[in-house]
């Protein structure tokens, strides 16, 4: 596109700067800069004032959704297994037990509702049930956990939880909430673990 500013023949020749484009023989503007927005935030008093309580409980609570979709989404549960047994299972495996320990997780609903809880929960959930699989659980009356394979015949050894960030107290705290949701106070399983279909 040619421009002309009208005070010599033929088209301009121009320069642009940040504060438009020139004729660089007459000096004219031929076009006027593109907007130009500035922050002037920091030239500002800041205004300090509490936030209505009523929209506090919401702020936390969306807060927490958030973190729950970023922590106890399908992927993180697929990637605590395979940082805990991606050696023994295949991808589709990993796929398959991944989504019936999340689905477990789910339907007992024994995670704290907090950010730092959420962050870990998946791995020392998948930490806790897998290394029941070793020789599986049973209540006074039906299993809570099932043996699986490959897990029972490859366990990993309860000190290279530590490598992981898991301490034996966790997971220790962590089945016995398992426990209390899974079973009823004489024994009867109710929601036990369902292993995915080979």
Request: contains cysteine; hydrophobic residues 35%.
């Amino acid at each position: 596109m040619f421009l002309s500013c009208g005070q010599h023949a033929g088209p301009c020749i121009t320069d642009t700067t940040s504060e438009g484009v020139f004729c660089t023989v007459s000096g004219f503007e031929l076009q006027p800069p593109e907007m130009v927005t500035h922050d002037f935030r920091q030239c500002c008093n800041p205004l300090m004032a509490r936030k209505p309580a009523a929209t506090q409980k919401n702020r936390r609570e969306n807060a927490l959704r958030r973190q729950q979709r970023r922590s106890l989404g399908p992927g993180c549960w697929r990637q605590a297994l395979e940082t805990l047994h991606g050696d023994k299972l295949s991808p589709t495996e990993l796929t398959q037990w991944s989504n019936a320990i999340r689905r477990w997780s789910e339907e007992l609903n024994v995670h704290r509702r907090t950010a730092p809880a959420m962050r870990q929960w998946a791995l020392l959930f998948t930490a806790t049930v897998t290394s029941k699989f070793e020789c599986g659980k049973r209540g006074r009356v039906g299993t809570v956990v099932p043996k699986c394979e490959p897990f029972s015949s490859q366990a990993m050894h309860h000190t290279r939880y530590k490598k992981f960030g898991i301490s034996c107290r966790m997971m220790s705290a962590t089945w016995r909430k398992i426990v209390a949701e899974a079973m009823t106070d004489g024994g009867e399983v109710q929601k036990p673990f369902i292993a995915p279909s080979s």
